[in-house]
Structures are given as C-alpha cells and as structure tokens.
C-alpha cells in the first residue's frame, strides 16, 4: 500500500490531557475489504440524494451528454427541451463535469430537436478532450495520494478535508468581484479553475471537495444558506454516512477562517441554524421532482471533536491523540 501524505483518517483535539475514545464511526453496511488498488475515475458521480430528488430521466440524460462528450460527439440522446436546458443549467456541468461548465454553450435557439440534444463547443474538441483527461488524471491522483480503498466514509472525509483545508485558499479577489457586481470572467472562476488554481470562494471549495468524495464512493451534495450578519449566500457540503446526514464546511474550515480545524467538520443543521437565515440544498434550474427526499443533518455524534485540531488516528483503536 502506498505512502500517503494522510497514512489514515485523523482525528485529535478534544480539550483533554490524554488519549480519548472517539465517538462510535459510521460503517458501509456490509464492510469494507481490504485492498490496495487505486480507484479509478467514474464518469458518473452524483449524489445519490439528488438522483432521487429529480429522478431518473434528468440523470441518464445528463450521463448520455458527459458520454458524448468524453468522445467528442456533438449530439446526445435527449427527451425533452426542459432537460436538455437542465443538463447546460451551469449546476450539473459545473460540479460533476466541471471542464464542460465553461468550455461549452446552450443553445437556446437550435440546441434540441425533437429527441436529440446538441452540443456546442467554446474550443476545438480535441482540445476540450484533452483537458478532460488531463482533469482526470490530475483528480484520480488527488484521490489515490489521499485515500485507500480500505477506508470508511468517514475516513474518506476527514483525508479529503484536510487535503482541502490543507491545499486550497480562498479566494478573496473573487469574492470581492461578485460583491461588488464585477464579476470575474467565466474563465476566471468556476470548479474546474479551482481545481487547477487551487483557490476558490465557498460554492468552488464545496464542489472540489464533493466532486473528490464521489469519486472515492461517499454521497456528497452541496448545501446553501444566506448568512444572518450579512446579505451574501454560502455554500457547504452534504455527506451521508450510513444513511445519517452531516455538515461539512471546507472554506470555514481553512486556516484563516477558524482557530480550529474540526469546527466545521461533521456538524448538525442546529449548529449551523444560528449563523443562517436559509439553509437549503441546491436546486438546478428548477424545483426538485420529489420534494421529500431527506436531507437532516441532526447527529452529534461528532460534537466532541469540534474544537479539537486533527493531528494522528489509529485505525485499529479508533483512538485520538487530544492536546
């Protein structure tokens, strides 16, 4: 098995003067086998939640245009004008194929014809193609430096996390822009310039973060609120863990957004209420087909560890080292 930057899932902190028991961790029902391949990268990642809040139709078609464009097609089987509009939305691109999101266009005049969606390219397709393997390549290593197939969902979380946490900045010039109504140009912003710039505002941290933990197996979505102090959105991440729902905030977490990393990490809907006005999980284009599909997040499990700093874990005592 190879060496990691992150050997294991880490956890410490809790104020205490000696080694302390973790809270019991959520497992994959069934478990998990021990192995030391690589993943490999999956064309189609969502999260699971918002497949069965906007149903099959808009996913399947959405995974027949990510298919046409791997291969440099410039159709896709589509049923309806609604869905072809979904799929170029900005949501879906953006966050689960994020070379497209600014790479390509919606033609709103001549885009669909009668079951046939048609894609238009910003640059030539032999280009859009090597990108996208390029992106691949580049978030498959991020994946396999950072996380073994051996590890539990929450394990995955916490690499992942303090890869981010770790790696990426916030982009304040950004910010600033979309403040002040100037904003940055297409190919200034969006996942996939975060990805390789390595820097972003919350809605590009939250989906670098999400597209990695899809892509390692772990149901991530992304969550959005109206901050109460000040008249700007935010936006956080949605895991599911054994079918029990968590917060977790990549930007807020960043060095200079909190004094302890594990603040933001695994929290309830009642520990992020009061900082909120709204809190809600995103919509593309337009309202959920299924409007009761649970998105709670009300476990503390994980409370103990909020203002603790992630230092070391042992896998086999479930142990964590606390200062």
């Not at 284009?285 to 700093?309: C, I, M, P, S, W």
Request: aromatic content about 16%.
């Amino acid at each position: 098995m190879r060496v990691k930057a992150i050997v294991t899932a880490v956890l410490c902190g809790i104020l205490l003067t000696a080694c302390a028991k973790l809270p019991e961790l959520p497992t994959l029902p069934g478990g998990l086998e021990i192995s030391s391949e690589d993943f490999s990268f999956n064309p189609h990642v969502c999260s699971k939640k918002l497949y069965e809040a906007y149903g099959p139709e808009e996913w399947e078609t959405f995974f027949k245009l990510i298919d046409a464009l791997r291969k440099g097609e410039d159709t896709f089987e589509c049923p309806s004008r609604e869905i072809y509009e979904w799929c170029f939305s900005g949501g879906p691109l953006d966050e689960l194929f994020p070379v497209g999101r600014y790479n390509l266009e919606m033609d709103f005049e001549n885009g669909y014809t009668e079951g046939v969606g048609h894609i238009t390219y910003l640059i030539p397709k032999d280009e859009f193609m090597k990108k996208q393997k390029a992106f691949e390549k580049m978030v498959m290593k991020i994946v396999n430096d950072n996380v073994d197939k051996d590890y539990t969902d929450f394990e995955k979380c916490i690499a992942l996390y303090e890869y981010i946490i770790n790696n990426y900045v916030y982009d304040y010039d950004e910010a600033k822009a979309n403040e002040s109504g100037d904003f940055y140009t297409t190919w200034d912003c969006g996942t996939y310039r975060t990805f390789l710039d390595k820097k972003g505002v919350c809605n590009e941290l939250s989906n670098v973060y999400n597209y990695l933990l899809l892509q390692c197996g772990v149901e991530a979505a992304k969550y959005e609120g109206w901050v109460n102090t000040e008249p700007v959105g935010h936006a956080w991440s949605y895991v599911t863990l054994d079918g029990v729902g968590y917060f977790i905030d990549p930007t807020w977490g960043l060095p200079d957004q909190t004094d302890s990393d594990l603040q933001y990490f695994m929290i309830t809907s009642d520990e992020r209420d009061p900082d909120f006005d709204v809190m809600e999980p995103e919509i593309y284009y337009y309202d959920f087909q299924k409007k009761d599909v649970d998105f709670t997040a009300k476990d503390n499990r994980f409370a103990a560890l909020h203002r603790g700093e992630f230092i070391s874990f042992d896998k086999k005592k479930r142990s964590c080292i606390t200062r």
